[in-house]
């Protein structure tokens, strides 16, 4: 039987909010490339970031009742996690529910359906990153869960993992990893601004990475036109 | 034969013009789910927002011969429904045909097709519905229908029906039911309105809407982490 | 073995540059409708418009090592082209190879395979043509060729060649035939502009054009509804 | 409100019957090209090949409740013909249901959606034309309209149409048209039988059509490599 | 660090082998429809229908190096199940891959990726479903994780899950749930069978369910065209 | 101005008949891994393979003009290979089509659209690799080029070059490489066989390609569960 997991343990605010402004392929590099949803998971406008904890929420194909019960269990920080127990691509979200959730603190929406008042989310900069945009209406019939670990554009989120996005999509650090992903997000940041110095000043990654001889030792070779 | 329909009944322009600046997704609602292209017709540049009624073209695959034809058909208060007979995404329209069409006061294209001149279209603010963007020409060789009833992107179009379109995508309204669902669409934006205010203010959509007795009787329950 | 071609002959920067502003449409159709690539070809932002000179790229799947090598080979005015030799929408590019590139005079990228940073790139305003945006790395194990020619979205490119991308898409001139059809081109402008006058002040392309007469002779016929 | 329309008029069976046997393409070709469905509708075993009646149900996704009220619709000769209100492979029918439809005499299924025991259904001999084949179960809880028109895979379904489907897709024809269109038919086949004939013993369609002249008035012209 | 596990534990064989012959659709609604893969995985040819314990390997895109590395961990009994780490549909697998997996037993695999040599497992009679068939080959250059829980199409799989798979696609039912599944699926057989028997006698689902009081309780009218 | 090009130069009979019955994978293999068309071009029947010399034709979109002028230019041996000029799937080629081809020893098409009378082709045992199957008609309206060089899914293809073709997808070798590639393609079969016997003996790859210590060099390890 569907059930509503409630208080769940979440990443630690601080931990979550250190991760607003790192981009989502650091993150990603960081944390050993995984935990990347698909990449047909688009935001809804451009330059939308964020970084929160999630709750998740199943939906039944044209049916977003479960985001009501969903907007109960979210607080200060949260992003809403729905994954359809099939594919479909209704408008399972407006503006209505937005206005709910941000005023519950809630930072933004990732769904692997359809989202629809497209203009209304931009003016209210609420971000969604979302598989279709489609005006189609849903239906509140079928119970399903909430808050229990579900797959999401091809990756496992557990309740109360850490949520980055931007506009080169979506990732998913899990709780108990978030302040070491942290960690070498950072890292990673402080070691690109030093190699972005170089190649900025011209210098190829060619020699500032010491390929010349790995590729010639893979066969490569130069010759002239 | 092909037939190109002169002097159709269209949707009194007043009543259109209701329309304009209500959401493709409450007028979808208003009409009880009815009416929707598919969600593959996207605007070419963002926040357009238009209403119109519809003059309908028929178009052969790669020909554009018949947007000719169908803009001596148009005026003031227009939209443009183009529909080619076999799926193909040729770039049949830009912005020679856009400025033909803008000076007899048409109100944008929805092509369930290619377009292109896309940077052109955006700054003269003519607003496009397609399937595709491409540069890919077409040719002029073969006769088609205009203002015949045809489907675009999955939706029955009348000639002189009410288009409306926005970020979430097109929507047709039946001549002879537009001032009905104009109606309707106000009423349910005035409920929408203290809805929102609602739930900006906190409140649950739980609660307003009394889901949750509905909810536990159909199994749904709630638990502690 | 994979090779690494030096000094390529590329089309004169002069003749290149007459094609900044002109639309990838015009181009099309200037050369006869040869030379575009398939409208997935997308810009990572909008209003992009270049021109530059082909230096190509083969990717294998997964792997942009051969982009750190095609750096050595660009130079002031060129357009990197990269093509996976098996279709994969990994992202192979972001910001900091942006960086390496820019600073060489690089005007962009033409990859028929993914993007990542697309908000860092958008700022930097350096433009991408892409099928897909994903954060997903790269690894750096397979050589390639280097400046042979290949295929790219389905349109043959040649070391040297001139690449003209806008919002519509991305098209190739043979570096030959450069001077050629950058003339064409501007006819084409210029007779335009003279239709676009005609069109905006009321006439008919119907009458403009001629088709009265062809189109009743094709059998279409006209009709009161 | 849904309702089921009863006693629906139907093309009589003895025209339907003409047209098994006859092919999609034909049957398309005979009725000026309409009502062609989308070529994603494929059968989901090969060679299937039906002519019947339809009895139209509409779908809301992920729900099949539907199909158990229009199977009491449905007599022999019949085809259901059933489309989602809002896009949804789900696994809407099994062969449970074909049991059911085909001990009323129906001769097969064109759903724009999912379906499942394909090896059961092939079995059976029970055809089925699908976009997706899916193990995913459905709710049955929301209800809708049998036999209303309604549009699937992009043509438009009348109830009481003749549905003819093969390996090419599926084809409608209206009620009222159905004994024109087959004559139609039949005199095309005959028509082809000759021209087969001819192809055969090695005539070209250049000759047979008259193709020679128009083709060099268009233009072309011959040479040698 | 890329690790493979070896000495799994799995799925006992006499449970496994009870799934034989129980279709994709009933398992999947036995386990409370969970477990499905997306329904893109196609067998490659028709009517291959197995059971056997998951051995799972992950591939850098379009590298098949760890399908030999986790032949090693294959059994009597098992399917190997792999995804790649990015989407790519390379041809990671052919005959001679399958000639040493057959030679130890294994029942088959699943790939959401591309597979080749269709002619010659279809003569082999080695089943594969996958997302794609393609005759492009690939490196064996990066590591990666064998035996570790991965996500293929949308499912998670752990290492000696159960996985079933025929013409409807695949679905994976978790090792400790194995015999309780294997229970219910043979008991939905056994009420389907009933079912079935009455259905083929033309009893109707709206009496055998009795859905009739349900429907018009939601609002459903009959009435006469 | 568009041409047909008479009498070209093909590949040697004798060459390309060597071809027949060696994989698509095996002779992509030996040239390089270069030639291969995308894998959405599938076969319409199971189990086809064939070998033969390409006459390319152009067709413009939804017209199939061309392939009667290119039905001259067929000769025994041949196999046809035809691109539209914009991505269409119309239904250009049927049975009449293909008696016309057989009749003058045509071994098969190679279309990247659409392809009809699917049944018929499938007794007639005339193979054809397509992008889609659909009964929609064409017009006969626009000329465009014959046995010109053409890029035909994703693949160049000049006149005169062996066209290898089974279940896997499609190959192109170029005219003067053929029998170096045939050469080199029984060289991979004659090691395969060897290959094969040894993983059929049980034998792992493994150990047959001596992987163990350059997988150990890449970091991997294996551990216990």
């Not at 970084?51 to 200060?76: F, K, R």
């Not at 990153?129 to 209406?137: E, F, I, L």
């Not at 790995?214 to 130069?222: E, P, Q, R, Y």
Request: net charge negative; aromatic share 4%.
């Amino acid at each position: 039987m569907p059930v509503v997991v409630q208080n769940i343990s979440r990443a630690e605010l601080e931990v979550v909010n250190g991760f607003v402004g790192i981009g989502v392929a650091t993150v990603h590099e960081a944390q050993g490339r995984t935990g990347l949803m698909a990449s047909h998971m688009r935001p809804i406008w451009p330059r939308a970031r964020v970084a929160g904890t999630a709750v998740t929420v199943e939906l039944p194909p044209g049916d977003n009742w479960m985001i009501h019960v969903a907007a109960e269990q979210c607080q200060e920080g949260d992003i809403l996690v729905a994954a359809p127990t099939s594919p479909c691509d209704t408008g399972y979200f407006g503006e209505l529910l937005a206005t709910s959730l941000a005023s519950r603190g809630v930072r933004g929406l990732v769904i692997e359906a359809g989202c629809r008042d497209v203009a209304e989310l931009a003016e209210m900069k609420f971000p969604v990153w979302s598989k279709a945009v489609s005006a189609q209406g849903t239906v509140k019939e079928t119970v399903a869960n909430v808050n229990v670990p579900l797959i999401c554009a091809g990756a496992l989120v557990h309740p109360g993992d850490v949520i980055v996005a931007d506009d080169d999509g979506v990732v998913v650090v899990p709780r108990k990893k978030a302040e070491e992903v942290l960690q070498k997000s950072k890292d990673r940041e402080a070691k690109e601004e030093k190699t972005r110095a170089r190649l900025k000043a011209g210098e190829l990654g060619l020699d500032i990475y010491g390929f010349r001889d790995k590729l010639k030792a893979k066969g490569l070779t130069w010759t002239d036109d």
